[in-house]
């Protein structure tokens, strides 16, 4: 590809196609889905840093830089999947560094200890990399800058810019992708007309997940809604809400066809976060024929649109209104709502388009100065 190529023998010896660099600080799909299309157009070579003790990652980064080393970062592009510490060497080293930011990595909630600019160090590196970049490559502008109102426990100005005053580096936003091919309702399946689900990952009572998927409002939700269901799942201990109202039931992490299953015979998908970047289950829902209720939290309205409802304040009263609204729906408006879900996720947000982003912003910056 023009701009991105690297010359070198070698690199053509090996597959024909340029080499791009690629680090994240651990594996998720929505990073294989990037490798994996990437791929078709890349000598793609990946790099994860690692979760680990605070005290094992100036070990983690000798690694990196290693990798780095071996593969002559100096002569390359690199694509930094979120901002912090993994993304600090390539914006020093690399030809080109492009920074996806995603999430945690242009957030602050000091209540719950959650975002990468709750702690010092990190904060610092995120913003490092993100001033540093040749461009950015946010998800959703929000990403940005934004002002928080849904909830009190958030600081109302949130998005890299809020933590990085001055921030010049150009940015172009690239909305993730999704396969409507592997998320689609399944055939023959029966949707329970009064079931909620939420993929809410390793939540416990207190926790910070607890907190900013917002499912201490969900089981509050259950307490007001005794006649809907209410299913968190992804949790690591399935027992963590034995408390909770009798509607609310638990599953522990599934497969992506389980997972696709169980969204194909609820109705709603809920999602009433604090802090999001673009939501991944929240699509992936709306792909199986979810209508979705979501917080006035960064994407989400957007991914929405018209097609469910949007919490504008964190007030379970209120947010029950809104559900009982959709639980009142008719068997033919609730399936209308259904396929226009899944079309809105097909059509707007389709992983072909999100490739086009990034190879278009990869070729954008094809005249810009090596570092």
């Known amino acids: 590809m023009p701009g991105t190529a690297d010359t070198s023998e070698d690199a053509k010896r090996v597959s024909g196609k340029p080499v791009l660099l690629y680090t994240f600080p651990s594996s998720s799909s929505f990073i294989q889905r990037d490798l994996d299309a990437l791929n078709a157009h890349f000598d793609v070579r990946a790099h994860e840093l690692l979760k680990g003790p605070r005290w094992l990652l100036p070990i983690r980064l000798l690694a990196q830089l290693i990798w780095a080393l071996a593969n002559r970062m100096w002569e390359r592009d690199v694509i930094c999947h979120f901002s912090g510490y993994h993304a600090v060497l390539p914006t020093l080293l690399a030809k080109r560094s492009f920074v996806i930011l995603a999430g945690s990595d242009c957030a602050s909630i000091p209540a719950i200890g959650y975002g990468d600019h709750t ?68 055939v023959g399946a029966q949707r329970d007309p009064a079931l909620f689900v939420c993929v809410c990952g390793p939540a416990a009572p207190g926790n910070r997940v607890h907190h900013v998927k917002g499912i201490d409002l969900i089981v509050r939700l259950a307490g007001l809604l005794p006649n809907a269901r209410f299913l968190l799942v992804g949790l690591a201990d399935v027992h963590a809400y034995t408390g909770a109202p009798p509607n609310l039931q638990t599953v522990g992490r599934v497969s992506g066809n389980e997972l696709r299953a169980i969204l194909s015979e609820a109705s709603f998908y809920i999602q009433p976060s604090l802090s999001e970047g673009m939501p991944n289950a929240l699509c992936e829902a709306m792909l199986c024929g979810c209508v979705p209720v979501v917080s006035d939290v960064a994407s989400m309205p957007d991914i929405v649109g018209a097609c469910g409802a949007v919490l504008l304040h964190e007030d379970a009263a209120l947010a029950a209104k809104a559900c009982e609204k959709l639980l009142a729906l008719s068997t033919g408006e609730r399936e209308a709502i259904s396929l226009q879900c899944r079309e809105r996720i097909a059509t707007t947000y389709a992983m072909a388009t999100r490739v086009k982003g990034l190879l278009d912003a990869l070729q954008r910056d094809m005249s810009a100065a090596p570092r």
């Open 119 to 186: 702690r010092r160090m990190k904060g610092w590196a995120s913003r490092y990399a993100a001033e540093h970049a040749t461009r950015l490559l946010p998800v959703h502008a929000s990403l940005i800058a934004r002002n928080a109102r849904y909830s009190t426990t958030v600081p109302e100005k949130q998005g890299i810019a809020a933590f990085s005053p001055g921030l010049k580096t150009p940015f172009t936003v690239v909305p993730y992708g999704f396969d409507g091919e592997t998320w689609y309702p399944a």
